[in-house]
């Protein structure tokens, strides 16, 4: 079984819609996670960590479910400009070690 | 601004050859990770270091090996290149805080013929 997993998607979705999807992880000493966005051909870039208590950064809302191992991430009117892949990184407790998953692709059409 | 680059966007090197991959940051970070990310697997950890001269193995380390000789450079060495090393190869740094950002360089497109 594969440390995290997500959904690969794609997620066809026209603007203005609002588009979730999940990431699983195995490990159930997980401290901090995070969600990053890859655009095509360029790095990974932070887009927002996720808390336990769940955070918001504009459009853009991450939960964290410990119960359930799995991570969220909702895009509320969705802009042509979300159309990326989102990849979901877990770090267990006191280790450097990023685990990522193979990432949702996002496609919003006008 | 937070910097971290690698020597080659794009590299095109045959069977058998011998290929470093070079990355700097620009952070003072003590972490610095190599990556290599394919379609459908994600991004798999090669090797990381988190101080000079250290090193660690990460959970694909076979046919590669690293170099850390001064904070700010992570070396990737293919001691010889083969057709499934063809990928795309990321540079990461991370500071000690354990809970910081990990920036990624711009990547680095090898393919091996």
């Known amino acids: 079984r594969k440390e995290v997993e997500q959904d690969p998607g794609p997620f066809n979705v026209p603007e203005g819609a609002t588009v979730a999807f999940n990431c699983t992880y195995s490990?159930?000493?997980?401290?901090?996670f995070f969600w990053y966005r890859q655009d095509c051909r360029k790095e990974p870039k932070l887009l927002m960590s996720v808390y336990s208590s769940g955070n918001e950064d504009g459009r853009f809302t991450a939960q964290l479910n410990r119960a359930s191992q799995y991570i969220s991430l909702l895009i509320r009117d969705s802009k042509l400009s979300d159309s990326a892949t989102y990849l979901c990184?877990?770090?267990?407790?006191?280790?450097?070690?990023?685990?990522f998953g193979a990432g949702t692709t996002v496609t919003v059409r006008a | 601004d937070v910097k971290v680059t690698q020597s080659s966007r794009y590299l095109v090197k045959r069977t058998g050859e011998k290929v470093f991959l070079e990355c700097v940051q620009d952070m003072d970070h003590e972490n610095m990770f190599w990556y290599r990310q394919d379609p459908g697997l994600g991004l798999r950890l090669i090797y990381f270091s988190y101080d000079v001269k250290m090193k660690e193995k990460g959970d694909i380390p076979e046919g590669y090996s690293v170099s850390r000789e001064k904070k700010e450079r992570f070396s990737l060495i293919l001691e010889s290149a083969s057709t499934n090393q063809t990928s795309m190869y990321l540079c990461a740094s991370l500071g000690a805080g354990g809970t910081d950002t990990q920036y990624f360089g711009p990547g680095t497109r090898l393919t091996v013929l």
């Open positions: 990184v877990v770090i267990p407790l006191r280790d450097y070690k990023l685990s």
């Open positions: 490990n159930s000493a997980s401290q901090s």
